[in-house]
């Protein structure tokens, strides 16, 4: 594992927490796109995959809209506070959540196969190399049933970086305050980048930590290709899945594929 990931997903999944709840705010907008999606290849419910699924917002959300969700994660912390959530809204008995390596896909999920939907949200991609990416979307093709669907939301790009790079940003969640620092290299298509912690003290901040980790970005062309190896053929890309928006430079990357 790179020290990176273990360090940010599982010594600090308290501070990576606090970043992923204010998410779920958005997540009933994605996950009603999603069912309006599905619902247009023949699919009102079924089984569903979620890969890299943090603290569960779209396996649970998905769950109440009648799909019954396996989540696999990395990190006990975020799977803990998942099945937290998912007793408060009432789906315990139609989500599970695996504690595992992605990379070890096959190994880790045993039941609930094969799956009709597999998701793969918010960058959740390039965390290692381009063939464990391979790997990874080849393992879930051969989880999945002729003509599953494939999700992948909210991702950063390429084509995005390429007018819209930001080498700082500022954000306040609570009383954590995070400092982004960041240096992309359109050449190996590569992100830097370092998040530093602080907590407010009244109008002082107190340094807490700091990460520092590297992904690949893939574009648009690049991902299809490599999931097209895996035995996906990508059907669709949008800059939204709630408002079915094209994708542009200016948007995310969602990209929609079926497992062939």
């Known amino acids: ?10 010594d600090r999944s308290d501070l ?24 247009s290849y023949g699919m009102s419910s079924g089984t569903l995959l979620d890969l890299c699924c943090g603290n569960g917002r779209i396996s649970v959300l998905m769950a109440k809209r009648g799909f019954k ?30 504690k595992g390596d992605v990379r070890k ?13 597999v998701t793969s949200g918010w960058t959740s991609i390039g965390y290692y190399s381009p063939d464990d990416d391979l790997n990874v979307f080849r393992q879930a093709r051969h989880l ?15 084509e995005y970086l390429s007018i819209k790079f930001a080498p700082t940003s500022y954000s306040e969640i609570d009383d954590l305050v995070m400092l982004e620092d960041r240096q992309y290299d359109p050449i190996s298509a590569s992100a830097k980048t370092c998040w530093t912690f602080y907590a407010k003290d009244g109008k002082n ?35 939204s899945i709630e408002t ?15 497992a062939v």
């Open 69 to 98: 969700a396996v989540g696999v994660d990395i990190s006990e912390a975020f799977l803990k506070d998942g099945r937290r959530k998912a007793r408060e809204h009432g789906v315990s008995d139609r989500v599970t959540f695996l």
């Open 244 to 258: 079915m928006q094209p994708m542009s430079p200016l948007t995310s990357m969602n990209m929609v594929a079926r």
């Open 144 to 158: 999945s049933r002729d003509g599953a669907v494939l999700l992948i939301t909210e991702t950063m790009h390429t």
């Open 16 to 39: 990576f927490l606090k970043l992923l709840n204010p998410r779920w705010v958005g997540t009933e907008g994605l996950v009603a796109g999603m069912i309006k999606l599905l619902e």
């Open 205 to 239: 901040m107190k340094f807490i930590d700091r990460v520092d980790f590297e992904n690949h970005i893939y574009s648009a062309s690049e991902l299809s290709s490599l999931l097209q190896k895996a035995g996906w053929q990508t059907t669709a890309l949008y800059g």
């Open 1 to 10: 594992m790179k020290d990176w990931i273990s360090r940010l997903f599982i």
């Open 105 to 117: 896909l096959e190994q880790i999920v045993r039941r609930n196969r094969p799956f009709d939907v």
